[in-house]
Nanobody
Framework: QVQLVESGGGLVQPGGSLRLSCVAS????????MGWYRQAPGKERELVAG???????NYADSVKGRFTISRDNAKNTVYLQMNSLKPEDTAVYYC??????????WGQGTQVTVSS
């Protein structure tokens, strides 16, 4: 099992920015996919952004142009830079890392609240 620890969530005003971090207890070099999901109250968990071992990325339509996912293999960390935040971005954000030999792993989640 791989532990994932997220940080960087909080309360921000509309139009503001936050950067989420997810540190893995095992090297992410061998991961095949790293992603950020979110779940708002009463809604299903959805993929926000993902980055593959190849470096290719994909984003939900609702965040394209505002969010950027990146990874730092040396720090075993995946980031989600969130700009121009909107109230509808309010949710618990979860980190997910899929490994070839260590399965699919989830973090505990970090709350992001966008409100004036």
């Amino acid at each position: 099992q791989v532990q994932l620890v997220e940080s960087g969530g909080g309360l921000v005003q509309p139009g503001g920015s936050l950067r989420l971090s997810c540190v893995a207890s095992r090297s992410i070099f061998s991961s095949t996919f790293m992603g950020w999901y979110r779940q708002a109250p009463g809604k299903e968990r959805e993929l926000v952004a993902g980055i593959y071992n190849s470096g290719n990325t994909n984003y939900a339509d609702s965040v394209k142009g505002r969010f950027t996912i990146s990874r730092d293999n040396a720090k075993n960390t995946v980031y989600l830079q969130m700009n121009s935040l909107k109230p509808e971005d309010t949710a618990v954000y979860y980190c997910n890392v899929d490994y070839v030999f260590h399965g699919n792993n989830w973090g505990q989640g970090t709350q992001v609240t966008v409100s004036s």
